[in-house]
């Protein structure tokens, strides 16, 4: 009689074991196929920015894992298209010639239609920022550049994706964007734990960006404290405040720049038809149009100015004498704060690292042999660069077209001179700065910091994300955990009266 009630409880006991195990077993198996559907169920997210320079127009598009449970996943860039013809400036003049930037346009578009999948086009937000070139003709003609953004409205609206909007942008939301981006990309703005709550890196400190364009130059960097001044902005990301200075410099891009360089050049010779330029390489020769130096607001035109004359300009070498000529083009006196960049702007002292990307990227890697970053060796190089003879300059550096080569002997005067005499680096800041293009895969600029702004991808404030947001998720795991807790409360009830 007591064996067999001995026999009926190993086997109650039994029973109820094989129960714990099946609800942990089933536990498990919800949380797996959680795991499993969600990758299915939220997929890639997708967004287009167009970045219109003054050289021309990009598209970028950025995608993002869709699940909201992993924002930690961070945006890359699936494509960069380079849309050919003119840059949108440049548009509403030559009909034929904006016949060619349509069809760039659509090349663009159509490969980016086949990138995103068809579903997802709808709700993909595209948006154009036109920068510095736009900026410039909106001075100069304010009527055509309302025209030129109300044709790319009409022609971005047609598109199957949520276009949002064509604008031109300020300069300080230029330089803002990039120091966005860079620092996005690098990590320095959150982190996400297990819990995909928002957290500020321990000990990150923010890199500055610094970016040449074709028409407008950028820099921008975090100060310890608020100051005040056009140029100082507050920014909240993730829950954490910044104190970012940024300033564009308009005319001071790298072909704008050459064009008031070009023009000092032009004015001190006294025969247009045989202009010694001591930027260019021994043996190199151009003819160039006057409208190629004076058609823009950066130049002065001068007296009796004929846009159609013919200007023939012959490389005589002098690295001394065209950087003096490229310092001429700043104004390093007037400053009435503390500290000043150049053309009396204010600037504090450059701190921390910094990313230079865009033209930087391209004249250092030109002009640099096998990287070398050291403030003297930068300097020695451009010796170096501008005394080499044009035929033996287009061997050594093959694989950049003549029409930028022919341009580098100026610009890394150009850029030495902006980085040392304008933003004050000197031998020992100088190697805090990092020439450089891509971040993770990611072209450095505006755009992408735009995109993430503009779409509210940047909270403000610390998001805390619940990490069950399916209902039925959460329903099954706590039926399940009920189970568990039952039967282990009944296995220990057993085992007790088993004792006794
Ligand atoms: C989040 O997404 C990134 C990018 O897709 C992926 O590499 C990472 O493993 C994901 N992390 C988690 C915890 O799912
Ligand atoms: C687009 O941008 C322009 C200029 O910034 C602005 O005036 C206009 O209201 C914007 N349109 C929309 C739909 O946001
Ligand atoms: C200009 O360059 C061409 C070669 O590109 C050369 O044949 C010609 O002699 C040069 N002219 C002058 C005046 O240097
Ligand atoms: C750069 O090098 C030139 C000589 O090649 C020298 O005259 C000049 O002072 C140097 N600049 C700086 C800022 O060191
Ligand atoms: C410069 O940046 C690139 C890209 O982020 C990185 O790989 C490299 O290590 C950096 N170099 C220095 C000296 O910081």
Redesign the pocket.
């Known amino acids: 009689m007591a064996s067999k009630q001995k026999m009926g409880y190993k086997c109650r006991i039994a029973t109820v074991f094989l129960l714990l195990l099946a609800s942990i077993a089933a536990l498990v198996a919800v949380a797996v196929i959680q795991d499993a559907w969600k990758a299915e169920e939220y997929g890639m997210e997708y967004g287009i920015v167009i970045d219109s320079g003054s050289s021309r127009s990009n598209i970028f598009v950025y995608q993002w894992?869709g699940d909201k449970q992993?924002e930690?996943?961070i945006v890359t860039e699936l494509k960069n298209c380079r849309v050919d013809g003119s840059p949108i400036s440049e548009i509403k003049v030559d009909p034929k010639k904006d016949a060619k930037t349509l069809d760039g346009f659509r090349k663009c578009m159509k490969e980016v239609k086949e990138m995103i999948p068809s579903e997802k086009h709808r709700t993909t937000p595209l948006f154009l920022g036109a920068t510095a070139g736009m900026r410039l003709l909106h001075e100069k003609d304010e009527q055509k550049s309302n025209e030129v953004l109300e044709s790319l409205r009409e022609y971005l609206g047609s598109l199957p994706f949520m276009f949002q909007n064509a604008s031109i942008i300020s300069g300080q939301e230029e330089g803002l964007y990039g120091w966005i981006t860079v620092n996005y990309l690098m990590g320095n703005l959150f982190h996400g734990n297990l819990w995909n709550k928002y957290l500020h890196p321990e000990g990150a400190e923010t890199v500055g960006s610094m970016d040449l364009g074709g028409a407008s130059t950028q820099i921008a960097f975090a100060i310890p404290e608020a100051q005040s001044g056009p140029d100082y902005m507050y920014v909240k990301l993730y829950g954490y405040d910044y104190f970012v200075y940024t300033h564009s410099y308009l005319c001071y891009g790298k072909n704008e720049a050459e064009k008031r360089v070009l023009d000092k050049i032009v004015q001190s010779s006294s025969n247009p038809s045989y202009i010694e330029n001591p930027c260019y390489p021994q043996g190199f020769n151009v003819t160039l149009k006057a409208s190629t130096i004076y058609d823009t607001e950066c130049t002065t035109k001068p007296k009796n100015y004929n846009p159609d004359q013919d200007l023939f300009l012959v490389g005589t070498p002098d690295s001394e004498v065209c950087g003096d000529i490229v310092k001429s083009i700043f104004d390093f006196k007037t400053c009435s704060s503390s500290h000043c960049g150049f053309n009396g702007v204010e600037q504090p002292p450059v701190r921390g690292d910094f990313l230079a990307y865009a033209g930087y990227f391209y004249i250092a890697r030109a002009v640099l042999n096998e990287g070398l970053t050291d403030f003297s060796d930068f300097n020695a190089s451009i010796n170096t660069f501008c005394h080499t003879e044009w035929t033996l300059l287009k061997k050594q550096k093959d694989w950049i077209s003549e029409r930028y080569l022919r341009t580098y002997c100026f610009a890394a005067h150009y850029v030495f001179t902006l980085l040392a005499d304008g933003y004050k680096f000197d031998e020992e800041t100088w190697k805090n700065i990092n020439f450089t293009q891509q971040v993770k895969s990611t072209n450095i600029g505006w755009s992408l910091g735009y995109m993430l702004s503009m779409s509210n991808m940047l909270p403000s404030e610390v998001k805390v994300i619940p990490p069950m947001t399916n209902p039925l998720f959460a329903g099954l795991i706590f039926l399940f955990s009920a189970l568990t807790i039952v039967t282990v409360v009944a296995v220990f009830i057993f085992l007790i009266r088993a004792c006794y």
Do not use: V
Request: no cysteine; aromatic share 0%.
């Open positions: 894992p992993n930690t996943g």
